[in-house]
């Protein structure tokens, strides 16, 4: 509690991509907030991290400008500095901006941030990756690579995707790792998923001229579904059944779809009307219900959810029309080191019989987060090694409560340690995206300068 | 608002809260409890048996019983499953909005304070859980006791 005495809370943010600037940004928003906020990131430049780093034009959000505003209370502000820049027509938002520029938009974030915290000490940039992380009797030490350690209140872990493929794919690489060397052009391509992720690596390797055959396989083989402009239907909590299982809240999401229809609507209007519910949903369920739609519905649910534009849509169908993609609904047996490649065994959807294929290289685009316990993150490992975390029950992130707190081994919510991002998805469902990420940072920050005042 | 089959409902699942941890409760002896005609329980429990509030079993020993714990069941989800979406009157409903024969509902004064209060009985009704109501009653009952005493 000495510290406590000085009057400033001090927090540090493990990861300085876009969650963790988003968060900063929300922790500042307040100038009478008297804490210091210290962003840790391993890589060279903040606010990138794994979706943003791309500098291929084709890359492009998937959320219109007015969604990616950084600022929950100001969904404008992303729109606004695209027209300053020229790069929008004020009268367009409903634009789909390269991924490159939205790293450019956070990057100038935290240099403004920088900029206007020089000389009151809030704000501290650090690039250093991090070792581990431990509770204190009077708070958090975060041990970093060069041997040194920072001490402070709070630590928020806001450490993104998993960059690694999960163990059980054995041989494939994620897209944008180092593994991930150039390849000959007339390669053959094994990839673990047919979704966006697939989507963007299949604009990667096109862009660099690829053109060897490319296979994409899932357990049923489903392409996102096209992005077309419609009115979201409007709902309040009080319409939507909450705590039910699967089947009930299917049957009734379904008749409303119909009815929407009937209505002369469309099925994204249900999808997107829905949203602002999602996480309330899926925080009212039953884990049966959830395990269940993780296990059956998930697939069919995103490729509903996560759409391309039309542009895109007409260029892949192009491709595979052509036969340069193909998707193929199965499940990868086993991969065999073969010379310089891989021989893939692979049991197509519904037959008997596998089939095996000759590939260069096998990605990953799953998407898919196995145990965090034997993931490649350290502070998530050593955090579970010490009882201080353990992963949710669907073991697809870390467990935490609906207010971001890291709960440890033993059940308990900690005060001092907290994770925000794809980390919780667990608990928060849909978290990869910025409209829902900039509403829980939004409210963590509350929480945590609220502790100070 | 809520109607007799929503409160019907509730009381069978305060019943249901009460037993021993998994074991089953006979229809009737709900009902009896209760004051609720069998045949309607019937449906009650089924509907919420479909939502996945309740399990049931078969035969000559079949009955009812809580599908989790009493703590994880949120009062606003029940009544939803049982009267449909919360509404105090029935064009103060997105999914289910009848339309008043006599009023035009863009600039019905009534409705849109009716939407308002909507939001506030979700947000009573899915913060309180099937315990706390059960709880609750046993508290008013003790109290009344020691008030006796």
Same mark, same amino acid.
């Given at each position: ?453 | ?59 000559? %020993? ?5 599908? !989790? ?8 989800? +029940?009544?939803? =499953? #049982? &009267? ?19 009023? %035009? ?5 009534? !409705? ?8 506030? +009985?979700?947000? =009573? #009704? &899915? ?23």
């Amino acid at each position: 509690m000495a510290e406590r005495a000085t009057g400033r809370q001090s927090i540090l943010i493990i990861g300085g991509g876009a969650s963790g600037v988003v968060l900063a940004a929300h922790l500042l928003r307040d100038p009478d907030a008297d804490i210091r906020v210290t962003l840790i990131e391993k890589r060279e430049a903040f606010g990138q991290g794994v979706a943003y780093s791309t500098n291929l034009p084709d890359h492009v959000l998937n959320v219109s400008a007015f969604g990616m505003s950084a600022y929950a209370d100001d969904p404008e502000h992303f729109f606004r500095w695209l027209v300053e820049r020229g790069l929008a027509e004020p009268d367009n938002p409903q634009i789909y901006v390269p991924r490159s520029l939205y790293g450019e938009y956070l990057r100038e974030i935290l240099d403004r941030l920088n900029e206007q915290e020089k000389g009151t000490g809030r704000l501290h940039t650090l690039n250093e990756a991090c070792q581990s992380v431990a509770t204190t009797p009077s708070g958090v030490e975060v041990k970093l690579a060069n041997g040194t350690s920072l001490v402070g209140h709070i630590a928020v872990l806001a450490v993104g995707h998993e960059e690694q493929a999960p163990p059980d794919h054995r041989g494939a690489i994620r897209p944008g790792s180092t593994e991930d060397t150039p390849l000959p052009a007339d390669a053959s391509v094994l990839v673990l998923g047919t979704g966006l992720s697939m989507i963007d690596l299949w604009l990667s390797l096109e862009n660099r001229g690829h053109s060897g055959k490319i296979v994409a396989l899932s357990r049923r083989g489903l392409l996102p579904a096209i992005h077309r402009r419609g009115k979201p239907i409007r709902l309040d909590a009080a319409d939507v059944p909450l705590g039910t299982d699967l089947s009930y809240f299917i049957r009734w999401f379904r008749r409303l779809v119909r009815e929407t229809e009937d209505a002369g609507g469309n099925w994204r209007d249900v999808v997107d009307g829905i949203r602002p519910f999602n996480q309330r949903i899926w925080q009212s369920w039953p884990s049966g219900a959830k395990r269940r739609f993780i296990e059956h519905t998930r697939a069919w649910w995103d490729i509903h959810r996560h759409r391309m534009p039309p542009v895109l849509h007409e260029r892949v169908s192009r491709a595979l029309a052509a036969g340069e993609l193909e998707l193929l609904p199965g499940k990868l047996e086993s991969a065999r080191k073969d010379g310089d490649g891989f021989t893939a065994t692979i049991r197509p959807r519904h037959k008997q019989e596998a089939v095996t294929l000759k590939v260069a290289r096998i990605y990953d685009c799953t998407g898919i987060t196995t145990d965090l316990s034997t993931g490649s993150n350290p502070i998530v490992r050593s955090l579970i090694e010490r009882g201080l975390a353990r992963p949710d029950p669907l073991r697809i992130g870390l467990d935490v409560t609906p207010g971001c707190a890291i709960v440890n081994a033993e059940g308990a919510a900690s005060t001092r340690l907290f994770a925000i991002g794809p980390l919780t998805r667990g608990t928060f469902f849909e978290i990869e995206a910025i409209p829902d990420i900039r509403t829980q940072c939004s409210a963590l920050a509350r929480r945590l300068t609220e502790k100070v005042a | 608002m809520l109607t007799k089959k929503g409160k019907y409902g509730l009381k069978a699942l305060v019943h249901l809260s009460g037993m021993p941890v998994g074991q089953l409760a006979f229809v009737n002896d709900i009902a009896v409890a209760n004051n609720i005609p069998k045949k309607f329980l019937d449906a009650i429990l089924g509907e919420l048996r479909n939502a996945g509030f309740v399990q049931s079993r078969k035969g000559k %020993d079949g009955g009812y019983r809580l599908a !989790r714990p009493a703590a994880e069941i949120k009062i606003g989800h +029940v009544v939803r =499953v #049982l &009267d449909g979406p919360l509404a105090p009157i029935p064009c103060a409903s997105r999914t289910q909005y009848q339309r008043c024969e006599d009023c %035009d509902e863009a600039t019905c004064q009534v !409705r849109h304070m009716m939407l308002e209060v909507r939001q506030a +009985v979700a947000d =009573v #009704l &899915d913060n309180r859980s099937l315990a706390a109501m059960r709880d609750a009653d046993n508290d008013d009952v003790l109290q009344d006791i020691k008030y006796h005493i």
